[in-house]
């Protein structure tokens, strides 16, 4: 067994139960149970306690994604296919943590800036809230797209570890 595809299985693993948790429990359970107190703010406090943790998945993603873009060619394999899929796979977990992350959750966050109101309080069709609910729609798939990468780069290592 290759340690250094071992450690690229456990960091990507750790990584990947994470994002899952975030988006599975945290994110939905910060809003539920901040909207069930009848806070008038409660959506904007929620939508500030889910971006720091999202910061911290998609910082965490990038640095491992890095990590494994970096093993990429201390690791062992068999197979040009699985290589070259591999090697997309952990671009798009960098492309998609970063870009989230430096890229949209910026952007969104320099709009609710601008909001100067809580979003909540923007009326729909306003084109700020417009492009926020866009934005946010991006985020979702930039990090989705990641998660996905993150499984097939995980089943690739661990075919390679069995073997």
Known sequence: ?????????????????AAVF??????????AVLRSFDLTNSGEI???????????????????????????????RKGRISSVIEAIC?????AGTGLGHWVIAA???????????????????DPRRIEFNTLH????????????AALITIVLISRRLRT
């Not at 640095?63 to 970096?70: A, R």
């Not at 952990?90 to 960098?94: A, D, G, H, P």
């Not at 909001?115 to 923007?122: E, F, G, Q, R």
């Not at 729609?137 to 996905?148: D, E, F, K, Q």
Request: cysteine-free; aromatic content about 10%; overall charge positive.
């Open 137 to 148: 729609g991006y985020s979702v798939n930039a990090l989705g797209l990641a998660m996905i």
């Open 1 to 17: 067994m290759s340690l250094i595809n071992f450690s690229r299985l456990v960091l990507l693993s750790i990584w990947i139960g």
């Open 46 to 76: 929620a939508g500030s306690i889910v971006t720091r943790t999202l910061t911290v998945v998609n910082i965490a993603g990038f640095v491992v994604g890095v990590f494994l873009l970096i093993t990429f060619f201390l690791a062992r």
């Open 22 to 31: 975030f988006g599975a429990v945290v994110a939905p359970s910060v809003f």
């Open 107 to 125: 952007r969104m966050h320099a709009l609710r800036v601008a909001m100067v109101l809580p979003v909540d309080h923007i009326r729909p069709d």
């Open 90 to 94: 952990v671009l798009l977990i960098v």
